[in-house]
């Protein structure tokens, strides 16, 4: 790969998650246009993006609504916040929704992730209809998740468009459910 075609590669990467773009022509391999091309698609003006995806390894399907979050004692300004509907095979029935808060990937469940939305009590049961709902009525998610070895890390979400975001996502996974 050439220098030219890094440099597009890396401020496409740096585009996802942001308002829509239309990947540049004739720079980039079609595969990679077309996934940039997907991702501008499915990404709504405030900044959430609504997909259903299939895992061709796995053979599980996942329909999902994501933004991203600010590490709260500074740092990375883009980790993943993600409201999921999964599926243990590609033609079984989705199950969800289950929130997805940072980089979680703590062996075990003895440290489950904590969210607290605005100044509600905080919640561990990601999977709480309730959370849900305090989302919807919601300014700014506060996370923390546990990263292995090092430990818990803080996020910040702010909920701007969360509840468009998350009706399109039950209108994807064809799930009648709503706050």
Same mark, same amino acid.
């Given at each position: 790969?050439?220098?030219k075609t890094?440099s597009?590669?890396?401020?496409?990467a740096l585009l996802? $998650? %942001?308002?829509p773009q239309?990947?540049p022509t004739g720079?980039?391999?079609? &595969?990679? !246009?077309a #996934?940039? @091309?997907?991702m #501008?698609?499915?990404?709504l003006a405030?900044?959430?993006?609504?997909? %259903?995806l299939?895992?061709? =390894?796995k053979?599980?399907r996942? %329909?999902?609504?994501?933004t991203?979050?600010?590490?709260s004692?500074?740092g990375d300004?883009?980790? +993943?916040?993600r409201?999921?509907?999964?599926?243990?095979?590609p033609?079984? +029935?989705?199950?969800g +929704?289950? *929130?997805e808060p940072g980089? !979680?990937?703590w062996p075990?469940?003895d440290?489950p992730?904590?969210?607290r939305?605005? &100044?509600?009590d +905080? =919640?561990?049961?990601?999977?709480?209809?309730?959370?849900?709902?305090?989302?919807? #009525?919601?300014? *700014?998610?506060?996370a923390?998740?546990w990263?292995?070895?090092?430990?818990?890390?803080r996020m910040?979400v702010? *909920?701007? $468009?969360?509840?468009d975001?998350y @009706?399109?996502?039950?209108?994807k996974v064809?799930? $009648?459910q709503?706050?």
């Amino acid at each position: 790969m050439d220098k030219k075609t890094g440099s597009v590669l890396a401020l496409a990467a740096l585009l996802i $998650g %942001c308002a829509p773009q239309r990947a540049p022509t004739g720079l980039l391999p079609s &595969s990679a !246009q077309a #996934a940039i @091309q997907r991702m #501008a698609d499915t990404t709504l003006a405030s900044g959430w993006r609504v997909d %259903c995806l299939t895992d061709d =390894i796995k053979a599980t399907r996942e %329909c999902f609504a994501s933004t991203f979050g600010t590490a709260s004692y500074g740092g990375d300004a883009n980790i +993943p916040f993600r409201i999921v509907f999964r599926s243990i095979t590609p033609d079984g +029935p989705l199950v969800g +929704p289950i *929130l997805e808060p940072g980089l !979680q990937n703590w062996p075990g469940t003895d440290n489950p992730p904590t969210v607290r939305i605005d &100044s509600n009590d +905080p =919640i561990e049961n990601m999977q709480d209809p309730a959370l849900f709902r305090e989302m919807d #009525a919601g300014v *700014l998610a506060k996370a923390e998740y546990w990263v292995w070895p090092t430990g818990p890390e803080r996020m910040s979400v702010k *909920l701007a $468009g969360f509840h468009d975001a998350y @009706q399109l996502l039950l209108a994807k996974v064809g799930n $009648g459910q709503s706050f």
